[in-house]
Each structure stands twice: as C-alpha cells, then as structure tokens.
C-alpha cells in the first residue's frame, strides 16, 4: 500500500487543521492505521490509532480531547482532525499502516510497516 499524508500547515494556536491519508490497494480497509509525529531533534511519538472498521480508537494522553481520528473506507482515506491546536504540537505527522490485529502494541512505530511521506503541521503561539 502507498500512503500518501496532506493538509499540514501553519496555523495559530488554539486553531484546527485536518489531515488525510489517502492510500492506494483495494485492502485499506483491512488494516489497523495510525497517526505519528515527530517533532525536530525527537523521537517520532505516537498520536493515534483506529481500528480497521473505525470501532475502536486509541490517542495518545498529550491530544486526548483535542485530536479525532477517523476512516472512510470507501474512498481509502485516513483522517485526523486538530482542534486546540498547541505550539507543541508541532511536527511533522505521518501516517501508518500495521498488518497486525488491533492490540495494546498499536503505539509503538516498530509494528507499522507502511509509511507516508509526513506532512508539516507548525502551530505558532
């Protein structure tokens, strides 16, 4: 699958911004798909996760509240809406794809095989 990520960009803060993920392949809707950041000079962290048919979700505690993760499947898109938006939310945000069944393992980057290309989010105070 290809994952191509978008709407980053500048905004103030206490805004909002959505980013989609429209993949490629006839099995996106198959797969648990997550959202990761990674701000400069960081660890790339964990944002959110949903579950293959948007049942079941999971956030990080720093975007609980703020952030909703979201899927269409028929048009094979991915979303996350940002609302709240914090100067340290700051990051470049790439969204993933895991073949593995929904699981306690879904923050961790090592379980996601599929990767898009990241998209800029900077949030100014």
């Known amino acids: 699958v290809q994952l191509q990520a978008s709407g980053g960009g500048l905004v103030q803060a206490g805004g909002s911004l959505r980013l989609s993920c429209a993949a490629s392949?006839?099995?996106?809707?198959?797969?648990?798909m997550g959202w990761f950041r990674q701000a400069p000079g960081k660890e790339r962290e964990f944002v959110s996760a949903?579950?293959?048919?948007?049942?079941?979700?999971s956030y990080a505690d720093s975007v609980k509240g703020r952030f909703t993760i979201a899927r269409d499947n028929a048009k094979n898109t991915l979303y996350l809406q940002m609302n709240s938006l914090k100067p340290e939310d700051t990051a470049v945000y790439y969204c993933?794809?895991?073949?593995?069944?929904?699981?306690?393992?879904?923050?961790?980057?090592?379980?996601?095989?599929?990767w898009g290309q990241g998209t800029q989010v900077t949030v100014s105070s």
């Open positions: 949903i579950s293959w048919s948007g049942a079941r979700t």
């Open positions: 392949g006839r099995t996106f809707s198959s797969y648990v």
């Open positions: 993933a794809r895991t073949v593995r069944s929904w699981s306690d393992s879904n923050y961790s980057p090592a379980v996601y095989d599929s």
